[in-house]
């Protein structure tokens, strides 16, 4: 969690989506789905494409009309309420800035829709192009600036109304991969500073990670699982998160026992001793490891034997793909925290892998 | 670049001599001092003095321009309309039906439109004149411009319009702050096509034109079946300055904002 913010989810919400549905053409984009957004909230919606993300986020624009439920914002009914009369404003992928107009009339289009005298629209532009640091850009046309300052520009635009929500649609898809990364910081300062609700779909789950306080997963139209970013990582309820989030070695056994302290599962890999589960004897299982909480050991000992049939270096880790002696192969990660030359595990060796059982999740879905 | 060779230079010029000799014979002779028009007397403009004497050619050409300026103006008004409705309405009922039969006046030919309106006007018993010869010329250019506006309405990012509405403008002040200057270069280069065809047009022109009303072109024809008179020359000379002007500023606005567009894109 980036900013170290606190959110209680149990707090009044600012947006509740309720039992909210919409299809096309038949096929369900958004199916019956129900989350509550706390106010001041980064909150993320994370999935791959076409997992209904964007829906939902248009939805609570306006451009989307949900076929059942309901949509409240601040406890008022929305669902019918036009784009423009919402007091939500988001920012495009493709940042859609007026090519006609200026930079200084692109961020003031949305005050002058609310017939605020000149002065003041001025005065409110002009601070906001001060806090994008796009002061002298005013009189720019969209297409003189570069891809960073004009997905400024967007958020400038989106901002200066002061929305109750701020909605961001991809907002970083466009730039490369360090801007991208500065933005995310960016945004999060600009998030408290101002202290708004902010809403971003990513697919990027970096991203997600990185800028919000909480994320809702999705797939097929339908949240898998919401929580913070540790809570996602750490605790994923399901085989599909586990997956989608990060790298992830999957086990499928059978519980042996299963006990307030740790599970004991056999797999084909060889018995292993997982975190506490609400399992029963007999029940088929997957346990979960990251690769990162897995060690490697040379030679052997207690633990799953196994041998190395390749080694990827990325400069800060090393991944390892050790096949154990029961049959599947497993991902490791390893730091490289001291010199290549100083590592002794090297190709077709002898290794042992051992995990803390609380770091290996029984998942039964 | 590759030195051009001269097969090709030789079939460039072939083609451009077959399209423009005969025009340019038009504009030379225009300026000829002599009557008899296959015969140069040397330079001289006064074929153009004379034509503003000329009362019958001047008051044709009045009666031309100003169907082509009622004409292009209710064309291009129907044509965007028309744009509109097929890009933005999505699939309504007999959408296919209506797209393709708003390119029929572009293959029909002339004759069989002018002669369907003829009958359409003689069966509605409207007084034959002015306004039947703008509503021909509308019924024929309105495609066109349908077909400049409906090329960019197609291109056009619609989150240009849900980012104003996001921002408080509603649906149809979008359209006049936010589509409207942004397809203004479509509808103008439109307008501009419609006036050039109006301007030119013959056959629709003699179908429905009535007492008092001939079209220069009309005029021209008429006047050529006596014999060509050098002021003939000059008025078509005239003529084509203006088509040539018409076109080409269209052909620069499309241009211009397609470049415009680009650089946003880059």
């Known amino acids: ?365 | 670049m590759r030195r051009a060779s001269w097969f090709n230079v030789t079939s460039l010029a072939l083609g451009l001599a077959f399209l423009y000799l005969p025009i340019a014979i038009l504009v030379i002779y225009s300026f000829n001092a002599s009557r008899l028009v296959t015969i140069w007397g040397g330079w001289s403009t006064r074929w153009y003095g004379e034509l503003l004497h000329n009362d019958a050619l001047l008051s044709a050409a009045w009666v031309t321009l100003r169907v082509a300026l009622v004409s292009a103006s209710a064309a291009t008004l129907l044509g965007t309309l028309t744009a509109i409705a097929l890009v933005r309405y999505g699939r309504f009922r007999g959408r296919i039906v209506f797209s393709s039969m708003i390119y029929a006046p572009l293959v029909m030919p002339e004759v069989i439109t002018g002669l369907s309106l003829l009958l359409l006007f003689v069966a509605a018993d409207v007084e034959r004149g002015f306004w039947t010869i703008a509503i021909a010329h509308t019924t024929l250019t309105m495609c066109f411009v349908t077909v400049v506006v409906q090329s960019r309405l197609v291109a056009f990012d619609r989150s240009l319009e849900e980012a104003a509405m996001d921002l408080g403008c509603p649906p149809l002040r979008t359209f006049l702050t936010v589509t409207l200057p942004l397809i203004a270069p479509a509808i103008i280069s439109g307008w501009m096509l419609a006036f050039t065809l109006s301007l030119d047009d013959l056959v629709l022109a003699s179908f429905t034109t009535g007492p008092g009303a001939t079209t220069l072109p009309i005029r021209v024809y008429s006047e050529v079946r006596l014999g060509v008179k050098p002021e003939i020359n000059a008025i078509c000379t005239i003529l084509i300055a203006v088509a040539a002007l018409a076109i080409v500023s269209a052909s620069l606005l499309t241009k211009l904002h397609d470049v415009g567009r680009q650089r946003a894109t880059r």
């Not at chain 1, 929305?163 to 960016?186: G, I, S």
């Open chain 1, 1 to 365: 969690m980036g900013t170290g913010v606190q959110i209680d989810p149990a707090a009044r919400p600012l947006v509740r989506f309720e039992g909210v549905s919409k299809s096309y053409s038949g096929v369900a984009a958004v199916d019956a789905l129900s989350l509550d957004i706390v106010e001041g909230e980064f909150f993320a919606l994370l999935g791959p494409s076409g997992c209904g993300k964007t829906t939902l986020l248009r939805m609570l624009a306006g451009f989307e009309t949900p076929d059942t439920g309901r949509i409240l914002l601040d406890g008022q009914d929305i669902s019918a309420v036009p784009p423009y009369r919402r007091p939500v404003n988001m920012m495009f992928q493709s940042y859609a800035l007026f090519p006609h107009l200026n930079v200084a009339r692109n961020v003031a289009f949305g005050l002058q829709q609310e017939g605020l005298p000149r002065a003041e629209i001025d005065a409110r532009v002009q601070e906001m192009l001060a806090l994008m640091r796009l002061q002298g850009y005013g009189d720019r046309k969209p297409h003189q600036l570069s891809g960073g300052q004009r997905q400024r520009v967007a958020l400038a635009r989106s901002l200066v109304k002061r929305p109750r929500v701020l909605l961001l649609d991809e907002p970083m898809a466009a730039l490369d991969k360090k801007l991208r990364q500065e933005t995310q910081f960016e945004l999060m300062r600009l998030r408290e500073r101002l202290g708004l609700t902010f809403v971003i779909v990513t697919h990027d789950q970096e991203e997600a990670m990185t800028v919000a306080h909480r994320l809702g997963v999705m797939n097929h139209g339908a949240l898998i699982q919401v929580g913070t970013p540790a809570e996602i990582y750490e605790q994923p309820d399901s085989r599909w998160v586990a997956d989608f989030i990060g790298d992830v070695n999957l086990i499928e056994g059978q519980v042996m026992s299963s006990s307030t302290d740790a599970t004991l599962v056999a797999s084909a890999a060889g018995d292993i001793r997982a975190a506490a589960s609400r399992t029963s004897p007999g029940d088929n299982v997957w346990v979960a490891i990251r690769p990162e909480k897995l060690h490697i050991a040379a030679g052997g000992g207690d633990g799953l034997a196994g041998e190395v049939i390749a080694i990827g270096y990325l400069g800060d880790l090393s991944h390892y793909q050790v096949r154990t002696d029961g049959g599947p192969v497993l991902k490791v990660a390893v730091a490289n925290v001291t010199r290549l030359s100083e590592r002794p595990i090297g190709l077709h060796q002898r290794v042992t892998l051992t995990w803390a059982a609380a770091s290996a999740l029984v998942l039964t879905r």
